[in-house]
């Protein structure tokens, strides 16, 4: 009868590893698990590549803050005139540099006033020149596709000019299929003639947002070209002879791994040496006024080595999240492209077999240990599987391959959590110490809710159209207050922040979308339907404020800075789609009403209030809200006008608060009633009875005695006209 049993019970394990494995290889094979992978492979490249070094070959010039601040008083503002870099080429023209690469887009003429528009303005013809004297200056093209209801379809799949592709495409390549691109972006003729190279900007992020494959080649029609990244290399790794084999990039002496897509992985290395081009700016002054012992930067620090440029300063909207990083220049990409290229240190996938032998493994090694009688047997097995797995994991990437971890690891927990269920669901004692043991991770009532409506979620709520209330909220000046703190202080604050915050959303039963940065996108009324979506929606916000003044106080105590947000909300009609899997479930919105909600946000900053709501967001209020008319403003991209309020107290203030509140309100109608009659004295007059430190007090007084001195239109109805963001 024991044998029976055993062997019954053998027979069900094997089936469950059997069906674990096999439902691991299906999600795995649909690319189920590529965003944790991702996520796993980031963690790796942060660990062990933040101290890596670049090639020493390759520099770095970066058009910083610092260069558009030094250079202000000089040139004015981005973009520079071109002579500019001219200067750059015949600064480093006298350390001898291999190459020079521009991640810059030099795709139009510079014309300048008065000048004949029939020749080269002086600008352009700078650069030109400096780039012919150099000869070895490599400029930035672009190779794209584009939809033919975008632009003029006549624009579209026309040729290269001759002189382009007989002099910079790769004609020994072979194996490399057309990609579909149809349209081209070159510089300014005849700039591309006179340059050594062009290479092909253009990165493509992941699903997730982030960057970390880049192209080795570019095609175009019948011609082929190399990125940015390689343009240099040419002659060095033999680009002109590559082969495209499979999923590798065979060149004379190194084989490069690609993904189906042609990208190779980027290896990324940490903190890249850079020189800011101020810095050359003013060595170069120093250089022309016979002050070589006084310039910042030598210009045989570029001996012999490959110089790119490009630009890291935020308004020049070239910065990409990667996994070192979320603010990385996108040069510092090609650079990382070309070092992996030049040091042979790209990081290679493991071989096609290896997941599914190891998803196969641990499946059968777990299902195995559940043989055992008792619970340290069934565990230590598994467990130790697991961190063998890990540490293979990571003693690969440090000599550059990529090996999967979460498919195998997922292979042992379905099959652990299934055979768990089979052990709890014949014998008692086991199923009683299961129960007790998920019981401290999992709330039922919340699984229950998910399990029992994700069917009905996944085929209604899929691009419906539903009415819900938004919220946004963003740290004022956040930016400002980073520059003066470590990265530690800094992530320690937003964390604690976003914590707090997010607290006073779960509370009171809102989603939270996402995280922008230091940024919350939040909403209600979905995925559970509630009426007063709207007045959940203000409640969490007055609460996040009482929650950021406690913490406040606490930063304030431990001499880190206090943090002021403001938060939008409003009420509307927006898509609302689904976007998950079986184990997640996961909403977003998108529309117009969901934009109005991030501009009411950003104008908390203008009225000097914490919180703004639509008057959409007003009317859906209980009379246990006390809210305040602000303006009525027409904003940037909408015409119809809308009302701004701002909720004073909610239905649990105390009597205090909502007597002072009552009166802020009766304060507010008076004075738009004023307003709108244009009688400017009384109009103050009643904005002056707003208390000392209210934010509109001494807004609308200043606005009512400049239009008392200047007047308004005839027409003039009460909205006012906001024209920025």
């Known amino acids: 009868m024991k044998r029976s049993r055993v062997w019954k019970k053998a027979v069900w394990l094997s089936v469950i590893a059997v069906g674990a494995a096999l439902v691991i290889l299906v999600v795995d094979g649909r690319d189920g698990f590529q965003r944790l992978e991702w996520m796993t492979e980031d963690f790796r490249s942060a660990q062990f590549r933040h101290e890596a070094e670049i090639h020493p070959d390759l520099a770095l010039i970066l058009i910083d803050e610092a260069s558009l601040s030094l250079l202000n008083p000089v040139l004015g503002r981005f973009p520079w005139p071109r002579s500019v870099y001219a200067d750059l080429l015949e600064f480093l023209a006298e350390g001898n540099p291999r190459a020079v690469v521009f991640d810059v887009l030099f795709t139009e003429n510079q014309w300048l006033h008065g000048q004949d528009r029939d020749q080269l303005s002086e600008e352009d013809e700078a650069l030109l020149m400096a780039t012919a004297a150099a000869g070895n200056v490599h400029h930035s093209l672009q190779l794209i596709h584009e939809r033919p ?5 006549d624009a579209l799949d026309q040729p290269l000019p001759d ?21 081209y972006m070159l510089p300014f003729e005849p700039l591309g003639a006179f340059s050594a190279g062009l290479g092909a900007v253009g990165l493509d992020a992941d699903a997730d947002g982030v960057f970390r494959r880049v192209r080795p080649l570019f095609t175009y029609q019948d011609e082929i070209f190399p990125a940015l990244s390689t343009t240099a290399l040419k002659q060095q790794v033999g680009l002109g002879e590559a082969r495209f084999q499979g999923r590798d990039l065979l060149l004379p002496d190194r084989h490069v791994p690609l993904d189906d897509s042609g990208r190779m992985r980027v290896n990324f290395y940490g903190d890249i040496p850079a020189w800011s081009f101020g810095g050359i700016f003013r060595s170069l002054g120093s250089l022309r006024r016979g002050e070589p012992e006084a310039m910042l930067v030598p210009p045989d620090a570029f001996e012999d080595r490959i110089v790119f440029i490009g630009g890291s300063a935020v308004g ?77 994991v990571m003693i690969a ?52 809710e998910v399990v029992d409506r994700y069917d009905e979620h996944v085929r209604a709520e899929v691009g419906t159209e539903e009415r819900m209330t938004i919220l946004f909220s963003d740290i004022r000046g956040f930016t400002t207050i980073s520059e003066g703190f470590s990265p530690e202080q800094v992530v320690e604050m937003l964390n604690r922040y976003l914590s707090e915050l997010s607290e006073a959303i779960f509370f009171h039963e809102g989603t ?62 927006v898509i609302l789609g689904n976007i998950g899997s079986e184990r997640k479930l996961d909403y977003t919105v998108i529309g117009d009403n969901v934009n109005l909600a991030s501009r009411l946000e950003g104008l908390t900053s203008h009225y000097g209030c914490p919180v703004l709501i639509s008057e959409d967001t007003a009317g859906d209020l209980g009379e246990g809200f006390v809210c305040a008319l602000v303006d009525r403003v027409r904003v940037k991209g909408r015409q119809q006008a809308i009302g701004i309020w701002r909720p004073l107290v909610g239905p649990d203030a105390d009597n205090a608060q909502r007597e002072q509140a009552l009166e802020v309100r009766h304060c507010s109608q008076l004075a738009w009633e004023t307003y709108r009659e244009r009688d400017w004295s009384a109009a103050i007059a009643a904005w002056e009875r707003l208390p000392e430190g209210d934010p509109l007090r001494s807004l609308f007084v200043a606005r009512c005695r400049r239009y008392q001195d200047e007047g308004v239109a005839a027409d003039w109805d009460g909205v006012y006209r906001l024209d920025s963001k």
């Not at 916000?541 to 800075?561: D, K, T, V, Y």
Request: charged share 20%; with cysteine; aromatic share 6%.
């Open 149 to 153: 209801d975008e632009v003029d379809e």
């Open 163 to 183: 002189e382009i592709r007989q002099q910079h495409a790769l004609n020994g390549v072979t194996g490399l299929e057309d990609e579909g691109r149809n349209s």
């Open 316 to 392: 020049l909207h070239d910065i990409k999240h990667t996994p070192l990083s979320s603010r990385t220049p996108g040069v510092e990409i090609h650079m990382a492209a070309a070092s992996n290229l030049l040091m042979g240190d790209y990081l290679r996938p493991s071989p096609a077999w290896l997941t599914p032998l190891l998803v196969v493994l641990f499946a059968g090694v777990t299902a195995a240990s559940f043989a055992q009688g008792r619970v340290w047997r069934q565990l230590t097995p598994p467990l130790l599987l697991l961190a063998a797995h890990l540490a293979l």
């Open 397 to 448: 990437f440090q000599y550059h391959h990529l090996v999967d971890l979460v498919a195998p690891s997922s292979a042992l927990l379905l099959t652990g959590l299934a055979c768990m269920a089979y052990v709890s669901a014949t014998e008692g004692r086991d199923r009683r110490r299961v129960r007790r043991m998920l019981s401290q991770y999992v709330s039922p009532a919340v699984l229950a």
């Open 512 to 573: 939270l979308d996402k995280f922008i940065g230091d940024a919350i996108m939040a909403f209600w009324g979905a995925p559970i339907r509630v009426p007063d979506h709207a007045e959940r929606a203000v409640s969490a916000a007055l609460a996040m404020q009482e929650r950021l003044e406690i913490l406040n106080q606490a930063l304030l105590s431990e001499g880190l800075p206090a943090l002021r947000t403001g938060v939008g909300l409003h009420t509307g009609s």
